[in-house]
């Protein structure tokens, strides 16, 4: 028998153990916890727009029960004949989807951050969507960035923390046990209220003697938390599902680790956000791995299937090669989720994921110019990120040997 938590509300788990409990909890501070998207159906969302709205052009094509059959009513969530508000920051109603003319223009189509490091497309229509969350689209802006991570689960190895900054998936994080997992950094569109402990900032300036913005500490996060030296220190102490986070005392070393965390930022975000000075937004720096013999772009020579040879460090996505690339980069992990062998399985010609809808079946009709820059810079940011790692485990090893901030150091945190 071991002791628990007396608050009933509190998680009926054995009370941790050890200098890791005595850290603040992520989610201290950052309060605000947000499910991501829940779709409902996969067909409004995928790797492509044109393929997007060709289902769109396939579903107002259909009438009645047709129409219904394609849509796939969700039995707790959307129906073809219901009407929707539009997502914040619109405010029309929408007539429902059966209702529709045939030429009906498509709904909007935006960034969809489907699975950590996977940029898709999603409709952004709440007709479509089962569960869209208006909250965490009334927060999207142009400095809006989304932690997300596992809470209700015990983490696995890789990174215990990603970053977007599109509209997540409920499972961004690894595709399964995802709920009230995404940590906007704002809980304002215009960047105007951080979703940060209040007097967090101000003790932290404080004992820095220095000015720590949102972002400053956002970045801070992520340098401790996005690399897998976290993960294999703490599994034990992670099984608690409890992540708590070591915030140094040292200025000179809290500035190292944000620095560290900034360009983590800046590469998981495809060069969206914390753009360093001298760059362009959006812009991805170029690695060492390079299109060494071009995927057909014919629709005969769609891939079916891809490969990877370590020895050569040559991944073959059909007929196509690309290399060098490392057995790290190629097997990078996040709890479970290989993220370069996802990120394939979604963009070969069968897809990946349930079917429960005949316009499921309508995919892509051959490997693009946007799949190879897309790849490529997938495997681009996941080089990069696996060079830091060494400097990263470094800098948490001199963190956690330093002092650091006791949870009960930090301003009380408000009730939910």
């Known amino acids: 028998w071991e002791p628990c938590p007396e608050a009933w509300q509190a998680p009926f788990r054995p009370a941790g153990k050890g200098v890791y409990f005595d850290w603040p909890l992520l989610t201290d501070l950052m309060p605000w916890q947000h499910s991501g998207v829940k779709a409902g159906r996969t067909w409004v969302m995928g790797p492509d727009d044109e393929a997007l709205k060709a289902c769109w052009r396939a579903l107002l094509q259909a009438q009645g029960e047709a129409r219904r059959e394609l849509f796939k009513d969700s039995p707790t969530g959307r129906k073809v004949d219901e009407a929707a508000s539009e997502?914040?920051?619109?405010?029309?109603?929408?007539?429902?989807i059966a209702e529709l003319r045939k030429g009906a223009p498509a709904p909007p189509i935006m960034r969809y951050a489907y699975r950590?490091?996977?940029?898709?497309?999603?409709?952004?229509?709440?007709?479509?969507?089962?569960?869209?969350?208006?909250?965490?689209?009334?927060?999207?802006?142009?400095?809006?960035?989304?932690?997300?991570?596992?809470?209700?689960?015990?983490?696995?190895?890789?990174?215990?923390?990603?970053?977007?900054?599109?509209?997540?998936?409920?499972?961004?994080?690894?595709?399964?046990?995802?709920?009230k997992e995404v940590l906007p950094l704002y809980r304002a569109a215009d960047g105007s209220e951080a979703n940060i402990l209040p007097g967090l900032l101000t003790l932290l300036g404080r004992t820095l003697d220095r000015e720590v913005t949102p972002e400053d500490l956002l970045a801070y996060v992520y340098g401790i938390l996005a690399q897998p030296a976290f993960t294999d220190r703490f599994a034990k102490e992670l099984e608690t599902r409890e992540l708590r986070v070591p915030i140094t005392k040292d200025a000179e070393l809290f500035d190292q680790v944000r620095q560290a965390g900034a360009r983590l930022l800046w590469l998981h975000t495809y060069g969206e956000r914390f753009v360093p000075r001298g760059k362009r937004r959006g812009e991805v720096p170029p690695g060492r791995a390079r299109c060494t013999r071009a995927v057909p772009e014919d629709p005969s020579g769609y891939p079916e299937s891809f490969s990877y040879d370590a020895d050569a460090r040559v991944l073959h996505v059909g007929d196509g090669t690309f290399a060098p690339v490392d057995p790290e980069v190629y097997g990078f992990e996040v709890s479970g989720l290989k993220v370069v062998q996802s990120w394939l399985k979604y963009r070969m010609k069968r897809g990946a994921g349930r079917?429960?809808?005949?316009?499921?079946?309508?995919?892509?009709?051959?490997?693009?110019?946007?799949?190879?820059?897309?790849?490529?810079?997938l495997l681009w940011v996941l080089e990069a990120t696996v060079a830091?790692?060494?400097?990263?485990?470094?800098?948490?090893?001199?963190?956690?040997?330093?002092?650091?901030?006791?949870?009960?150091?930090?301003?009380?945190?408000?009730?939910?």
Request: glycine share 12%.
């Open 87 to 96: 997502l914040p920051p619109g405010t029309r109603r929408l007539e429902p």
């Open 388 to 416: 830091g790692y060494r400097e990263q485990a470094a800098l948490l090893e001199a963190v956690v040997d330093g002092e650091c901030f006791g949870a009960g150091e930090l301003p009380d945190v408000p009730e939910a």
């Open 116 to 179: 950590s490091f996977d940029r898709q497309y999603v409709f952004a229509d709440a007709r479509l969507i089962d569960r869209p969350g208006p909250g965490i689209w009334r927060a999207h802006g142009d400095r809006q960035v989304y932690l997300t991570t596992l809470l209700n689960h015990p983490l696995g190895g890789g990174p215990a923390a990603t970053a977007c900054a599109w509209i997540p998936d409920r499972h961004h994080f690894r595709g399964s046990y995802g709920a």
């Open 355 to 377: 079917r429960s809808s005949p316009l499921d079946e309508i995919r892509p009709q051959r490997w693009t110019g946007q799949f190879t820059t897309e790849l490529l810079e």
